[in-house]
């Protein structure tokens, strides 16, 4: 079966940490380029964080730089988003997104991520 499924959403308190998982079917993460995207309601769906295929390099929104970190488990076929330092406008539904170029794109069903006190 082709899919994407996130798990790790949830609430946090301000300055606390998750860690976002994506396990990947149908899509081999060390191949294609992986991202995450968050969406918030009334707003576009935003790019967060980008992992090229072998995790050769990687690349972030400004607004998350020095706090998140996208990798991938090539073995598990999976990729994690480390979220630290959480701010309140961090709250969003967290997509996960496999860009397999001539095969097409996966997006998985998201994962709802609430920063609040």
């Known amino acids: 079966q082709v899919q994407l499924v996130e798990s790790g959403g949830g609430l946090v308190q301000p300055g606390g940490s998750l860690r976002l998982s994506c396990a990947a079917s149908?899509?081999?993460?060390?191949?294609?380029?992986m991202s995450w995207y968050r969406q918030v309601p009334g707003k576009e769906r935003e790019l967060v964080a980008t992992?090229?295929?072998?995790?050769?390099?990687?690349n972030y929104a400004e607004s998350v730089k020095g706090r998140f970190t996208i990798s991938t488990d090539n073995g598990k076929n999976t990729v994690y988003l480390q979220m630290n330092n959480l701010k309140p406008e961090d709250t969003a539904v967290y997509y996960c997104?496999?860009?397999?170029?001539?095969?097409?794109?996966?997006w998985g069903q998201g994962t709802q991520v609430t920063v609040s006190v």
């Open positions: 997104y496999c860009n397999r170029a001539g095969w097409g794109t996966l």
């Open positions: 992992i090229t295929s072998a995790g050769s390099s990687t």
């Open positions: 149908g899509c081999t993460v060390r191949n294609y380029v």
